[in-house]
Every structure is written in C-alpha cells, then in structure tokens.
C-alpha cells in the first residue's frame, strides 16, 4: 500500500515539473532547457557566479525576440533580451514592474524592509520621503566629512608604504568606505581605518562574506516569499540585525536627548523620524519614519555604499595598474584640476571627467549588482507579441551581460575609459550601461557612491603610483558565492609613494 502512494506521490511530481519545464515552450517563447533541480542556476555558487549564468543565458537567447524564458529552480522567470523593451520596463510601463523582487519581511527582520526591497504603496512613500536626502546640494554638505575621512586614509597609505611597497587594496579601500558611510549615515567614528577589526567593518564583512547556502536559501526564499515568511525566515544575520539596530537606537536617542545636529544622512533621518520638513520652507506631508524604518535605511545606504564604492574602486586600481599609460593619464586629470581650484573641492572633484570616465568603465566592466530583478505586478501584455507575463512572475534584466555584449562595446574584455567620453556615449543607447538601473527605481545612492569613488580614487592617484603584484591573477578571479561582483583572494598591488 505504502509503496504504491510512494509511487503515486513521485509520478506526480514528475509529471509536475515536466509541466513547470514546458511553461516557456506551451507559450511559443524561446527557453533556455533546463536541468531539474536548479533549472538554469545549475553550477551558480558552486563554480560560476550569477553574472555568468546570465550572461550564458543572454547570450543563447539574444535575438530570439524582446524577452527569453529561463528557470530559477522550478519557477518560469522571464529574461530582457532588447534594449526598447528594457527601456519599457524600466520606465515606460513601470507600473507593471514597479517592484524589485527582493524577498524582505517587515516582521521577522525589520533591517530587510528597506527602499531598496520595500514594494508597491509602501515603497514610493518612502521613496519621497528619501529622495531629498540625496540631492546635490545634500552631497556637497557631506563632502568635508568624505575628505576627513580620505586624509585619514592617505596617512595609513603612507603608513602602509613604509612597512612594505605590497599592499592588499580590496580591504584597505573597503575600510576607507566603511568609515565615510559610517560617518555620513551613523555620524559615528567607526575607526576601521586604523582598526581592521572594528565592529562596523566586521558587521558589513559579515554581511558579503561569500556563502553560498545562505545565496541560495535568500534566492529560494525570493522565489518563494510566501512560504519564506510563514517559515518566519530571515534574510539578514541575527548578530548584524542586532548590531545594527542597536547602533542606530543609541545614535537617535543620543542626539535626540543632546540635541546634536550634524550634516549627514542620519540627521536627515532624524528630521523624518519626526514628520519635520528636510527642506526649509517645505512641509513634511508623508507621515513620520519609525525607529526600525530609520534603522532599515541607514542599513541598506551603510551596505550599499561602502561595498559598492570600495568594488568600483578595486577593478578601477586594477586596470590602471595593468596600464600605466592610462594610470598617468588619470593623475594628470587629477593634478590639472587640483592645480586649476587649488584644493580636493567638491568643483573639483566633479570636474574629474577621465577619473569619472575610469570609474564608469570600472562599473561597465565589473558591474557590483550583475542583474536587476523585478516582479511583474499585474498581467502585462508584451508590446508587438501575442504573450502576457503573469502577475506576480519574475523578469531579470541582464546588466553584466549587456555590458559585455561586443555588439554595444567592441571587444569587452578590453577596459577602455574612453568608451565613456561625451561623444561616444551619446552614440549608444543609454539602456546599454545601466550599473545603477535607470527609471523611477534608480539607485537613490548613485551620486553619493560616485562621488565618493571619486574622491577615493583623486586622493590615491596623486599620492601613489600602482603596479600588479603576482600574487593577484589576470583576469581577476570572480567569487562564486558572493551577492555582488567581487573577486576572490583580494587585490595585491604594488604601492610607490610619489
């Protein structure tokens, strides 16, 4: 008796994902066959990293119309293949993909519940409220804390020279922008400059430490929300939760009871806690921000800012001490302009347009975030097809994989600033280059992370001149495990103090 169920139970469940296998085909959509039980994930974490496996994806698909079929396990998810539809779904149509497809749950882990996965009603309240905190004018107010922070860094580079000219970059520069965020978003001196193993660095290392179970347990719980929060599953690490949410309560609660008022994100945070205006003048109309929604944002502007910034920043000493004659020519941009305004002004820095065009190389190249998801919010039908994406499917853009297309950039593997001058970009389709997504979803943080690779990197190359140690190979080896774009074993350089 118990034989035949057993057998009924696994002939069901066979015929069940041969079903789910055929979702792409049944609808005349071009798929990418899949392997039971990863579908198209099969080697993800283990041998390649996310950016690869789409890319292979993209790369088999490309042409066969404006979007492909792929499976994420057993779930159809669908795969932008064109740049006009990509454009669409990003912009023109974003109330049918407003929402990024990020498991977060508000309950059991309130630090997941930030703009970055927050949805719907929720996510563009919050978005409003937000947005003035990253205007220009909010930026230059925090560009003395981001030089404070950079002059402190010079003196350890210094420092570092004189105890040998090997130095490991990856985690120097993920300690400088550890201590900007941390001042800029906690108002704390975080210290990690002068104590590699101070709590905050140790938090964030925590958290993109490579861990491929945990990588797969966050996408299957993403694939399956509804059962990830009955399950009552977690996405951020007890001890950082913890960690965290401790640092921002004593941070508000001391300024609050002080009445401390600093130029940075938190005391921004602050005002919104307190359903003031951020702009004078202004009124605050959204309602106030709760104490774990304050924590939630500072984590995620703590996390994105410093691992994103410190990668573009990595990949960009890469290339420039693979080619010196590039190197040269980004420290005479950085020497020209200093001359011109005399000192690192926040004019100054953004009138770096060859480091600017690095880094943007940098994050073509090596994009942090390898892919941009979002969830189809009601049925959408796709222009010129005869096919509708279901409500609540998945779509992946692939970034890393437009990015090495050589049909928008002629011979990808080769790092060239010069891709990114004026003339060149207003030759391409803006949705060709999209490391921080575009649309009404765009990264909030962009130009806050820009500028401070920017300033990382004018302080590095008017000081220091960069060559390859052999402990770091070529090409840079991309860690399996890891949530964003990171290479594995570190960046060894070569360091001459000028």
């Known amino acids: 008796m118990w034989f035949y169920l ?22 005349g959509v071009a798929y990418v066959k899949p392997m039971f039980p990863a579908g198209n994930l099969k080697g993800f974490g283990n041998k390649e990293h996310i950016s690869t496996v789409m890319e ?16 994420f396990f057993t779930n159809p998810v669908a795969i932008a293949l064109d740049l006009d539809f990509i454009k669409t779904v990003l912009v023109k149509d974003f109330q049918y993909f407003h929402d990024r497809s990020v498991y977060y749950n508000e309950k059991d882990d309130p630090l997941s519940a930030h703009l970055f996965s927050m949805e719907g009603t929720k996510w563009r309240n919050l978005r409003a409220k937000l947005t003035s905190t990253f205007t220009s004018g909010k930026m230059k107010m925090m560009f003395p804390t981001i030089t404070g922070v950079a002059e402190e860094f010079q003196k350890l580079m210094i420092q570092e020279v004189q105890r040998g000219d090997e130095i490991e970059m ?17 108002g704390l001196e975080c210290n990690s400059l002068h104590d590699p193993e101070a709590e905050f660095r140790r938090m964030g290392k925590k958290v993109f430490e490579p861990n491929t179970a945990r990588l797969i347990k966050v996408i299957l719980a993403q694939q399956f929300r509804s059962i990830a929060r009955a399950l009552h599953f977690a996405a951020v690490d007890k001890n950082v939760s913890r960690f965290f949410m401790g640092a921002v309560k004593d941070t508000v609660e001391y300024r609050e009871k002080n009445k401390v008022e600093r130029n940075d994100f938190m005391n921004l945070l602050i005002k919104l806690k307190n ?5 004078e003048g202004s009124a605050n109309n959204l309602g106030a921000l709760t104490l774990e929604e304050v924590a939630a ?63 943007n190389e940098s994050l073509r190249k090596y994009p942090p975030a390898s892919n941009i998801t979002r969830s ?7 222009p010129d097809t005869k096919i509708t994406l279901e409500q609540g499917s998945t779509l992946v853009i692939p970034v890393y994989g437009l990015h090495h297309d050589p049909e928008y950039y002629p011979n990808p593997e080769r790092y060239d600033p010069d891709r990114f001058t004026p003339t060149q970009v207003a030759m391409r389709n803006p949705y060709c280059f999209i490391p921080f997504g575009e649309g009404p979803r765009i990264c909030i943080g962009m130009r806050f992370g820009l500028m401070q690779a920017r300033v990382g990197l004018a302080y590095l190359l008017r000081d ?35």
């Open 6 to 27: 057993a057998l009924l139970a696994v002939t069901l469940a066979v015929f069940w994902v041969r079903k789910r296998y055929s979702y792409w085909k049944d609808r």
């Open 170 to 186: 990856k985690e120097i520069l993920a300690r400088f922008t550890t201590d900007v965020i941390g001042s800029c978003a906690f």
């Open 464 to 498: 220091f001149r960069f060559t390859l140690s052999s402990k770091t190979p070529v090409p840079l080896k991309i860690s399996p495990g890891s949530a964003v774009l990171t290479s594995e074993g570190g960046l060894w350089l070569h360091v001459q103090k000028l």
């Open 275 to 279: 359903a003031e205006a951020i702009e």
């Open 56 to 71: 292979r994806c993209y790369k088999q698909l490309k042409g066969t119309g404006p979007f492909g079929g792929i499976f």
């Open 376 to 382: 189809v919010t009601k049925d959408y039908k796709v």
């Open 297 to 359: 944002q500072s984590f995620v502007f703590f996390l994105a800012g410093f691992e994103t910034s410190s990668t573009a920043m990595s990949y960009c000493l890469y290339e420039l001490a693979l080619n010196s004659e590039l190197q040269d020519k980004a420290r005479a941009d950085v020497m020209e302009t200093l001359k011109k305004h005399g000192s690192m002004t926040y004019e100054a820095i953004q009138e770096m347009n060859y480091i600017g065009q690095c880094i």
